[in-house]
């Protein structure tokens, strides 16, 4: 059996693979791919899956489109004492790490939860932090509501009597129009195309795991929100206003009816894939979410590829 097999066996088997590096994400969002397993005896310690791209004789590791994380994943133990899941992390990455093929340039954005900062520092990576809001979906929904911004909470008992919401997967490229437009406005270009979104969107729809929330104001549609679930977590993964409605409330509404989602399915966390942009900062924390900063890894080892960093910074 090849690694990948092997893969798909183990994200079947062991619960808390996240969505990212599910096998099936990794089929939807790489050309090609591969991954690195270790074990502890006979049981599964640590993944890594990986895209295998090269950009002309430039090797390289880096988040592929739509996937907030990557990196490896540890399966702790579950007798495992508290005081030991350090060390036992530790031992699982360092070897995971030297079961990775050599790249020029690495850019990687890790898991939140993952802090071996030190050890991959002392594997010859730069590493710093971004942030993203977590928020606790283990209590009752009321609780939960309660944490939000007291405008945000207004606007969404006002848009509830003004707005109809619904999941409708048939809108997925009017998304795409919105994202577009979007970016446009801020003179940013949309970094994957209307195929890949499509292809990885039916790889969510066959995997039961994401829904498309559309809001309504009466045939109108006035914004749109893409939202994907593994086991434990349901994550913002992208979503966007309609251009041509001026309707300011249906995010917030949306995004709390994604929530509200999340809870009943019986999710533990709602990750807003949070932003270094501050108005998107704000935006995410005025919803009552924890701030969460997680661990960005890169090496570059190409002078072709830091000329051309330098050229586009």
Not at 16 to 27: E, H, L, N
Not at 126 to 149: C, G, I, P, S, Y
Request: charged share 25%; aromatic share 12%; hydrophobic share 40%.
């Amino acid at each position: 059996m090849t690694n990948k097999e092997t893969y798909k066996t183990i994200c079947k088997q062991y619960k808390g693979v996240p969505i990212f590096q599910q096998y099936w994400w990794m089929d939807a969002v790489c050309k090609e791919w591969d991954v690195a397993i270790t074990y502890n005896g006979d049981k599964v310690s640590g993944v890594w899956p990986y895209a295998i791209e090269r950009k002309g004789n430039v090797s390289l590791r880096r988040n592929q489109f739509l996937s907030a994380y990557c990196g490896p994943h540890v399966f702790f133990p579950h007798d495992l004492k508290q005081s030991k899941r350090d060390n036992f992390e530790h031992e699982a990455i360092t070897a995971l790490l030297g079961k990775m093929p050599a790249a020029k340039v690495w850019h990687l954005s890790l898991q939140p939860g993952l802090k071996q900062a030190g050890l991959f520092k002392g594997a010859g990576f730069d590493v710093q932090v971004k942030q993203t809001f977590l928020m606790d979906l283990r209590e009752e929904t009321d609780a939960v509501f309660a944490k939000l911004n007291e405008d945000y909470r207004r606007n969404i008992r006002k848009a509830e009597a003004e707005l109809t919401i619904s999941d409708e997967p048939q809108c997925l490229l009017q998304l795409y129009g919105f994202l577009k437009a979007t970016l446009q406005g801020k003179d940013v270009q949309l970094y994957y195309s209307e195929a890949q979104m499509q292809r990885l969107f039916a790889a969510c729809i066959a995997n039961n795991s994401t829904s498309l929330w559309v809001a309504r104001k009466g045939d109108a549609v006035q914004a749109i929100v893409w939202e994907v679930w593994d086991d434990g977590c349901a994550y913002y993964l992208a979503g966007a206003k309609n251009p041509a409605e001026k309707d300011n409330r249906a995010m917030t509404a949306l995004l709390w009816h994604a929530i509200k989602a999340a809870i009943q399915m019986g999710k533990k966390v709602f990750d807003f894939e949070g932003s270094m942009d501050v108005g998107v900062e704000k935006f995410f924390r005025n919803f009552g979410a924890e701030r969460e900063l997680y661990l960005t890894i890169q090496k570059n080892d190409s002078l072709l590829w830091k000329l051309k960093e330098k050229i586009k910074g």
